[in-house]
């Protein structure tokens, strides 16, 4: 059987990427390697309205916990400041069953899909990608395709098949730990940000409502900044503080360090978090993997037509992704190293300097009078501010 495009990885990015291409006219087929789309879950479920708008999505009440219209970041010596900046504003969606439905979009749109399908190697025609090997629940297979598109997650096997570098060095990534939790006192609207080294060196502790005292309780740190403990380890003590049940528990690894140096070749594109599109500073990988899910798809419907999929032609994905998005993920990845090198007493001091300030209409000059207490931060943001 030949597909115009393989897409392997049936998440967000996967399934995006899948349906963009079968609405563009092409044959799909998106393999997803675990038994269930959407499990297990790895992911907090924060997605803002821009997400909803630039995807075209509904957010439907299926898949929708509840509206997120305000954001708090707590210091570690007690320092709050919360926003109600409209670019918060958001859902807190169920991941289990929005990837499904996502899924199923694709499947509607005309894609084959198969779950319980783990790619397992690349077929090659003259240097030149040109399928899949695939063990599925009925056998092995191998399926030809003009494109591949890999959106397989960090350390992105098939992208290495194909010779890209998308390997994530240990220092790279924030290693993540979430419960989802019952009980809890919790503002329905308002998701809770914590930083500092009790909380989460060089990350932070979220909690993201989900209605009803449910809630999603997570840290993510860089293990090679934070000595021998890792996330679980500041979330139980957070947590056992809490007195809340925990319903569920899953782990998981965002790549924080920007994106990789190359994200197509010869008949292959990677997408989402096999790319490092993730944003460096919240970690937040949603709405970034659905903008490039989008191009990719429209990049390979350009490539079939015009019977061009060599890494040339399709290096027209890899420009346009980065003019969209590469600026903003530069400017997080900054921002982050700032927060990194921050003690506690400056972290808590630098939210204290912004009580009672409106954050919607913060600008620079204000900002720049908050910090000229802070000439070394100061300092370190001078070409960004
Ligand atoms: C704990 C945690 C909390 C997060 N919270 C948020 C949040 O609140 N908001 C936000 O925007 N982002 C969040 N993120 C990041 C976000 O989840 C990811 O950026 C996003 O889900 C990436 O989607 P993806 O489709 O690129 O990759 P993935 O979700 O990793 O999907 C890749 C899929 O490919 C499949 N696969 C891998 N190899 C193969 C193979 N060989 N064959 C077939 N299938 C294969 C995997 O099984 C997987 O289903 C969080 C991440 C973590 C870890």
Redesign the pocket.
Known sequence: MKYDVVV????????IAAYHAAENGLRVLM????PE?GTPV??????SDS?FKSTGIKPLPEFTCTRINAAAINGPHGARITTRNPIISGY?IE?KIF?KYLALRAAEAGADVSAG????DLIFHDGSVSGVK?RGPDGTHEVESDIVIA????Q???GRMAGLDTRFRPGEL?S???YEVAGLDVDDETMEFYFGSTFAPSGYL?I?PKGDGRA?V?V?VRRTRCSDNGPLHYLNSFISRAGCSRLEF?????PVAGPIGRTCTDGLLV????AG???PL????????AEC?MIAADVATDAIESQRTDSGFLSNYESTWRDRIGKNLDRSLKFRKVLDSLSDDELDALIRSFDGKDLNSISKISLLKVLRYYPRILKMLKNML
Do not use: Y
Not at 31 to 34: I, V
């Open positions: 392997v990885g049936g998440r967000v990015a996967g399934s393999l997803e390697g675990n789309i790895q992911c907090a479920g924060g997605v997400f807190i991941r990837d399908s783990r790619v397992k695939f959106a397989d997650g960090i992105s096997g098939v924030c993540c730990a979430q979220w993201f999603n997570g993510g899953n782990a998981g690894a965002v997408v989402g978090d096999a599109q993730v944003d919240t970690g937040g990988g949603i709405h970034i993997a899910a």
